[in-house]
């Protein structure tokens, strides 16, 4: 996808050559993931099967991908290459994004994106950062000791500061972008007054992104690497390691 998404910055999305290269690339991503769940997590996107191994059907497959990918690449291979010079859009497709969070009111979240994908910056309150542990017990990775964030952020909010809880908004069953729900999360999981809910197959995750037990989604919400340059800016894909 990512593939897709810097060439549409490159070429735009008219480009005769380039609607040929979606249909191979997409054709050939969906034999390969035909059996495969998306999980996003810190390191990227993992494909994950769901299904017992066929090697029959794997086989055909890995025969169709080939002979998609070969035919693809024998008839714009010339053309292509005639014309491939990345523009700065195009580079800046995977750049960070610097947000402005002066502004961000208690209890209110903002979108932001960064490398297509949509990152929220939720401004938590008191009340809030005091309900976090209450709920561990309801957790399936309450200390969040999967890797689903950088090891700046493995602590109870899962931030740099307490305040702004910052996450990728996909949902890590299978990629919707969960709604957040800052007063009636309580309709989901009795007793906490706000959340996120995904309303694809029922996944919810707390106000630190951290996934309840009993849904479909196996992981914490991703944090993405960031760093704040002053209080009221914050850098969204790049850190110090511990900035
Ligand atoms: S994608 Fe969120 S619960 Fe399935």
Known sequence: MCFNYDLVLIFG???PRLK???????LSQ????????????????KWMSNAPVDTG?????????????????????????????????????????????SKVEPGQLIRVEWRGKPVWVV???KEILDGLPAIDAQLRDPDSVEPQQPAYAQNTGRSIKAEYFIAVGLCTHLGCS??????????????VASGFFCPCHGSKFDMAGRVFQGVPAPLNLVIPPHQYIDDGTVIIGVDKGAA
């Open 13 to 15: 999305y008219n480009e």
């Open 20 to 26: 040929f290269i979606f249909l191979l690339t997409d």
């Open 178 to 191: 969960p709604t957040y729900l800052p007063d009636t999360f309580g309709e989901q999981v009795e007793g």
């Open 123 to 125: 401004r938590r309150t």
């Open 30 to 45: 969906i034999l390969r993931n035909l059996n495969k769940t998306r999980i996003p997590t810190l390191s990227g996107d």
């Open 57 to 101: 059907r794997r086989r055909f497959l890995t025969a169709a991908t080939a002979v998609v990918g070969g035919a693809g690449a024998a008839a714009v291979a010339v053309p292509f290459i005639k014309s491939w010079n990345p523009s700065a859009k195009a580079k800046a497709a995977g750049a960070p994004v610097e947000v402005n969070i």
